[in-house]
Every structure is written in C-alpha cells, then in structure tokens.
C-alpha cells in the first residue's frame, strides 16, 4: 500500500499506474491534507474469449477488391 498526495499523484500519476500494472502495488491512496480521499487500483480484464468463426471459410474477398480504393484516391488526388 502506498499514500501519495493529490500533487505527487499528478506530477507521477504514470510511474503510480505503472507500479499497478507491474503488481509492486495493489492499492495507492491519495490523500488531501494527509488523509486518503481515493483509493487507485487496478480493473480486472477478463481474457479477450475466442471467436467461433461460424461463417469461416463461406466468404471468399475477390482479387480486385482493393482496386476500388486506388481508383477514388486517383480522383481525389
């Protein structure tokens, strides 16, 4: 656990996030007048879930279809 006042956190607010993210903390406090007002720790992330891919392999991109965009560039350039 780590209390820092609201100017330090501001002046290192990346340094204290990056102590979170590291795990050498798990909570910073920071504190007005010297009493903690904020409680700082990390959101849980799920891991990203998989996807199924129901429609893989029943769609097929034609050879031309980046074509189009360097016709538009060509007009609009």
Known sequence: ???VNMLEAK???SKL????????E??????????AVVQ???I???PAKKRIGVAEG???VPDEFDAWDKE????IL
């Open 1 to 3: 656990m780590t209390q």
């Open 11 to 13: 002046t290192n607010l």
């Open 17 to 24: 996030i990056n102590m979170l993210e590291t795990k050498q």
């Open 26 to 35: 798990d909570v910073i406090y920071l504190a007005r007048n010297g009493t």
């Open 40 to 42: 700082m720790t990390l």
């Open 44 to 46: 849980p992330h799920e």
């Open 58 to 60: 029943k769609f097929k």
């Open 72 to 75: 538009i560039d060509s007009i």
